[in-house]
């Protein structure tokens, strides 16, 4: 069955230091994946998908095949980054059907 | 363009009620799909309607429904509510087709208790 875990509910670093919010996912066929963030007091948001292979705020994730991983990570976390952020896997090749992990909180301490 | 915008922003009721949430898709969006977001947990896929129609559903029972009117707005039915319905109640739409990015474009949910 299609699943995305995220082993961390709370993740706290210092501004300035290096963050990785991990991700890990099963599927048998060949996945589309994607994290969504939601900022304080805002609604859930596209931050990035593998497929566009793109850095957004400083955030990138590489897609693990082998290790079935989808970890995003930045050098140096800033205040404004904290947030609850969610991995997903579409489910399928058609449609809106997205498997959510249980989301990662990150907090970024001045 | 004011997003995709729900309806109501919360609402109570009791065991056994029915209770229907109400959608509107961004501007230029013609699919919409509804999740269902426990406490503590990621959003879980309730089903999508693209031309009127359910075209996707997820592991729920019966007892939700939903429509997709001819303006692409779409709403959510829950019969017979239980306890375990409490959730935050999340409307998303998106493009089908050519336009399809993939990305999922949220409203703010429906907050349902059931007491």
């Known amino acids: 069955a299609q699943r995305v875990t995220q082993p961390e509910k709370l993740l706290s670093v210092f501004k300035g230091a290096p963050v990785e919010l991990k991700c890990n996912y099963s599927?048998?066929?060949?996945?589309?994946l994607f994290w969504y963030v939601q900022y304080s007091r805002q609604r859930l948001q596209l931050l990035l998908r593998?497929?566009s292979r793109e850095s957004i705020k400083g955030f990138t994730a590489d897609l693990n095949k082998g290790e079935t991983s989808f970890h995003l990570k930045k050098p140096f976390a800033q205040e404004e980054d904290s947030a609850m952020y969610y991995c997903?896997?579409?489910?399928?090749?058609?449609?809106?059907?997205?498997?959510f992990g249980p989301g990662t909180r990150l907090s970024v301490l001045p | 363009d004011a997003g995709v915008t729900q309806s109501p922003t919360h609402l109570i009721k009791t065991r056994g009620q029915q209770v229907t949430l109400r959608c509107s898709p961004k501007?230029?969006?013609?699919?919409v799909s509804w999740y269902q977001q426990a406490l503590g947990q990621g959003p879980q896929f309730i089903f999508q309607?693209?031309?009127?129609?359910?075209?996707q559903r997820g592991n729920f029972p019966d007892r939700f429904s939903g429509h997709q009117f001819p303006n692409y707005s779409s709403e959510l039915n829950v019969n017979a509510l239980l306890l375990g319905d409490s959730a935050l109640y999340l409307c998303?739409?998106?493009?089908?087709?050519?336009?399809?990015?993939?990305?999922?474009?949220f409203g703010e949910g429906s907050r349902l208790t059931v007491l």
């Open positions: 501007s230029g969006h013609d699919t």
């Open positions: 599927y048998s066929g060949s996945p589309e």
């Open positions: 309607y693209y031309e009127e129609e359910e075209r």
């Open positions: 997903a896997l579409k489910n399928g090749n058609y449609g809106q059907n997205f498997v």
């Open positions: 593998h497929i």
């Open positions: 998303a739409s998106s493009l089908i087709g050519r336009g399809d990015t993939g990305e999922l474009f």
